[in-house]
């Protein structure tokens, strides 16, 4: 905490160094610090004593607001004074002014709650409910993040530029994305696993940010001149990686040069608090081919493969549907191309 001391030092005033030993003032450090106590009638249990002087309680609330995300839970852990600080909704206000992150997209219930500050705390950490959990969704990095099952006809490829339909449409959420996964004549899969808790959406946030859903996309399209196949899985799992809930999909397409968005998102209720202990993992599956079989990379395509949380206004009645075109229907079949 020495980076605290040292910038509350200059705003009241006091010697900014004062060795610990007798070489300069006569008196120790200690010694300092008891008399300074003393004189001001202050408990030294105080947590708005620093360097001897007692800090008015805005300032100490800027000057906490300042300490970097990791040590900020290592403040609250210091006194009773700081941690009632730091579970304020003014202290994390201004953390994120300060970060730029704009407060008023918080919803205000986890504003509200009393625990409220553990999920803006993970928010502010890790950034848990603004971002996509798939951090390679287009293929602008390769294969990247995911791990490849079957690799069928002439195999995966990524097109910088999709090849025999439109361009991705402009998005500000994934920003100049251009690229896009292509699967060939034969089954091309692949998964990506997102580890939740490491993400910042551990089970104590997921509880308290109730209800809650875990949204689901994937952007998906066919070449002018060939039709595909395409199969999604999504399965949530637990840290012993059982399933726990999964959803399927299957979709056949025609040839088509427009890009569609397929979409699901796991929903969860005020009462499903106990359930949200068992969640760690979400597995998201995508599998395509062309339904010509010609050689080369005629498939499907994928592109702004997307995880995201968020948190919602009231319970839901129940899980929602899949948003697809009239082609589309959920696979019950228990062969899906993965164990």
């Given at each position: 905490m020495g980076n605290v001391v040292d910038l509350a030092r200059p705003a009241f005033g006091g010697p900014p160094r004062i060795p610990k030993d007798n070489s300069w003032t006569g008196i120790t450090w200690d010694d300092f610090i008891r008399t300074r106590v003393a004189q001001n009638h202050i408990s030294p249990d105080n947590g708005?004593?620093?360097c001897g002087f007692e800090v008015p309680e805005p300032v100490l609330e800027t000057i906490l607001s300042r300490v970097s995300d990791e040590d900020i839970l290592q403040c609250n852990s210091v006194c009773r004074a700081w941690k009632d600080l730091?579970?304020?909704?003014?202290?994390?206000k201004k953390c994120y002014e300060r970060q730029g992150i704009n407060w008023n997209k918080i919803p205000s219930q986890i504003r509200e709650k009393p625990e409220g500050w553990i999920v803006l705390y993970s928010h502010f950490r890790y950034g848990t409910f603004s971002?996509?959990?798939i951090k390679n969704p287009s293929g602008h990095r390769a294969f990247d993040g995911w791990s490849i099952y079957t690799n069928g006809g002439d195999m995966w490829r990524v097109e910088d530029v999709p090849c025999g339909c439109h361009e991705l449409p402009e998005s500000s959420f994934f920003g100049p994305d251009t690229s896009c996964f292509v699967s060939s004549y034969q089954w091309c899969s692949k998964y990506y696993i997102v580890d939740l808790w490491n993400e910042g959406l551990n089970p104590t946030v997921m509880r308290i940010s109730l209800p809650l859903q875990i949204k689901?996309?994937?952007m998906y399209a066919?070449?002018?001149d060939c039709g595909g196949i395409f199969k999604w899985e999504l399965r949530l799992l637990d840290s012993q990686e059982k399933i726990i809930r999964e959803h399927k999909l299957y979709i056949e397409r025609p040839p088509s040069t427009q890009w569609e968005t397929a979409e699901y998102g796991f929903k969860?209720?005020?009462?499903?608090?106990d359930f949200m202990q068992q969640i760690r993992y979400l597995v998201f599956i995508h599998e395509g081919r062309d339904s010509q079989f010609w050689k080369g990379h005629y498939g499907m395509k994928f592109a702004r493969s997307c995880v995201?949380?968020?948190c919602l206004e009231n319970d839901p009645e129940e899980e929602s549907e899949l948003e697809a075109d009239e082609t589309g229907h959920e696979d019950s079949s228990s062969d899906y191309g993965h164990d």
């Open positions: 708005y004593v620093l730091i579970t304020r909704k003014s202290f994390w971002k996509n959990f689901c996309s994937q066919t070449r002018f969860f209720k005020l009462s499903h608090a995201t949380v968020e």
